[in-house]
């Protein structure tokens, strides 16, 4: 047994030495709290051809910290500094999260505490946040959809509708879902129909007919449809139904899309860069504009690493005697710097912000200082 741990212990060595990032070419690492370290690299090598760069690393022991999303005054639709939303909840740490509409309004996939607040047919690279059976938290990354069906009980059978959109403006001749996160009432004008739903079973509670901005009950929602003549099986949906909100993941690369619907949170990005372990070459399929992959902008990251360590990357841009920015082949050189088996690329330009003790501590690229979002990656203590 002895000779055999002999022979057995250089092949270990190698591995862990395989798996730990060198944090030589990283420079010294600042703690800030039990598992949380940051890096700064300015090594304009990173840069092809090389130039100025300013980036920040966070490397998190996911044994010791957990990852949240949080919304931007605590509901969706508005905008707030990272600094502030971080400040809220009492974060360690805080990045820019999610793409979003100039009203705050979500882009993507977004959970919030296992609420689905933004969905999105567009498959785009994501994050799922969750924790093994030690608790430790997870990170799951794909391209993946999220829609939703109400599905409707009545004596005489089941039927369903698709929700074309949650907790967003509603639309004329659709359904929208509406969930505490939104806002205390639903911000409708009249000329629609709304449902309160709530109780255990869930079940229509009101049917309200022109008048607009319904009180979105604490444990319920609210289902919303423009327009007063509401095709079946709407037309019938009355008080006492019961109804049940089906989500609806699908996964580009295998994830199992359960584990995306019983997620803690869950963050939509633009640009999934590596996964597995392997570079993404193609982003056909996530509908990206043109030159966003191959232009240098301020850019966000976060990935894990093959030692299972959390990463959060920002990148400073747009400044040419501080930092240019990166394209996605220098974001995924970086990454392999890193070892990162996994990453995705979240918002940026403007957005880039990172937040560490309450302080911002990269350079956001806008003149007024650092942008408004709708929602943060928060790091705080487990």
């Not at 240098?296 to 990148?315: C, K, N, Y």
């Not at 990166?326 to 974001?331: G, K, N, P, V």
């Not at 890193?338 to 350079?363: C, I, P, Q, W």
Request: proline share 8%; with cysteine.
């Amino acid at each position: 047994m002895h000779r055999l741990l002999l022979v057995l212990l250089p092949a270990l060595l190698s591995l862990v030495a395989a798996c730990r990032v060198d944090d030589t070419t990283l420079g010294p690492a600042q703690p800030i709290a039990p598992g949380v370290r940051l890096y700064t690299l300015s090594d304009p090598s990173v840069l092809h051809p090389p130039g100025p760069v300013a980036i920040q690393m966070l490397r998190l022991d996911p044994g010791r910290v957990r990852l949240q999303s949080a919304l931007a005054m605590g509901e969706v639709m508005g905008t707030e500094s990272v600094a502030d939303i971080a400040k809220r909840h009492g974060a360690i740490a805080a990045v820019n999260a999610g793409f979003f509409l100039p009203n705050g309004d979500p882009a993507g996939v977004l959970l919030v505490d296992g609420m689905l607040v933004s969905d999105t047919p567009r498959q785009r690279g994501a994050v799922a946040v969750g924790s093994d059976a030690r608790g430790r938290t997870t990170l799951t990354f794909d391209r993946v959809t999220a829609l939703a069906r109400v599905r409707i009980e009545k004596p005489e059978g089941v039927t369903s509708f698709p929700i074309a959109g949650i907790d967003t403006v509603r639309q004329r001749g659709r359904l929208m879902l509406f969930t505490p996160k939104y806002h205390e009432h639903t911000d409708t004008a009249k000329r629609g129909i709304e449902w309160v739903i709530e109780g255990r079973p869930l079940m229509v509670r009101e049917r309200r007919e022109d008048e607009g901005s319904t009180p979105i009950p604490d444990a319920g929602f609210v289902l919303s449809y423009g327009g007063l003549d509401p095709p079946p099986p709407l037309d019938g949906l009355a008080v006492g139904d019961e109804v049940t909100i089906e989500r609806q993941f699908a996964t580009r690369h295998g994830t199992l899309p359960g584990l995306w619907a019983n997620a803690e949170h869950a963050i939509g990005g633009a640009g999934l860069l590596v996964r597995n372990g392997q570079p993404i070459e193609d982003w056909t399929i996530e509908d990206l504009r043109p030159g966003f992959t191959t232009e240098r902008h301020p850019r966000t990251l976060i990935g894990t690493d093959r030692a299972q360590s959390i990463w959060l990357v920002t990148v400073d841009g747009r400044n040419p005697a501080l930092s240019l920015g990166m394209t996605f082949a220098e974001l995924q050189q970086l990454a392999a710097r890193l070892k990162l088996t996994d990453a995705l690329n979240l918002d940026g330009g403007g957005s880039t912000t990172m937040v560490v003790r309450g302080e911002v501590v990269n350079h956001p690229s806008d003149a007024a200082g650092p942008r408004k979002v709708s929602d943060a990656l928060l790091v705080v203590a487990r």
